[in-house]
Nanobody, 127 residues
Framework: QVHLVESGGGLVQAGGSLTLSCAAS????????IGWFRQAPGKEREFVAG???????????YYGDLVKDRFAISRDNAKNTVSLQMDSLKPEDTAVYYC?????????????????WGQGTRVTVSS
């Protein structure tokens, strides 16, 4: 069973930065599509960023409209980790952030397309 563990959440002031990490195990990481999602209280889970394989040893990234130009996803296949660098944080970025993985998709903003999920890490942005 694929295992994902997020870390790096916390409290940060508006305008600040935070880096989330997701450590993966029990999978051939380089073959997996990775996504970050978030869920704020009372809201549906929202796509944040994705890392997709476009060629052997080549990946590109795509983002949700609310975070593009502020967030950046990166992956280290040698360490089985994926990171989410979050800059210029806003109070509306407050949410629990989840790492997700799936080995059979190449692109998706739909949370239902991902088979494996971490437990989440909480990010709180104060105004």
């Amino acid at each position: 069973q694929v295992h994902l563990v997020e870390s790096g959440g916390g409290l940060v002031q508006a305008g600040g930065s935070l880096t989330l990490s997701c450590a993966a195990s029990r999978l051939t990481f380089s073959n997996y599509h990775i996504g970050w999602f978030r869920q704020a209280p009372g809201k549906e889970r929202e796509f944040v960023a994705g890392s997709r394989r476009i060629a052997p040893d080549a990946y590109d990234s795509y983002y949700g409209d609310l975070v593009k130009d502020r967030f950046a996803i990166s992956r280290d296949n040698a360490k089985n980790t994926v990171s989410l660098q979050m800059d210029s944080l806003k109070p509306e970025d407050t949410a629990v952030y989840y790492c997700a993985a799936d080995g059979s998709i190449s692109y998706s903003r739909d949370s239902s397309a991902y088979a494996y999920w971490g437990q989440g890490t909480r990010v709180t942005v104060s105004s």
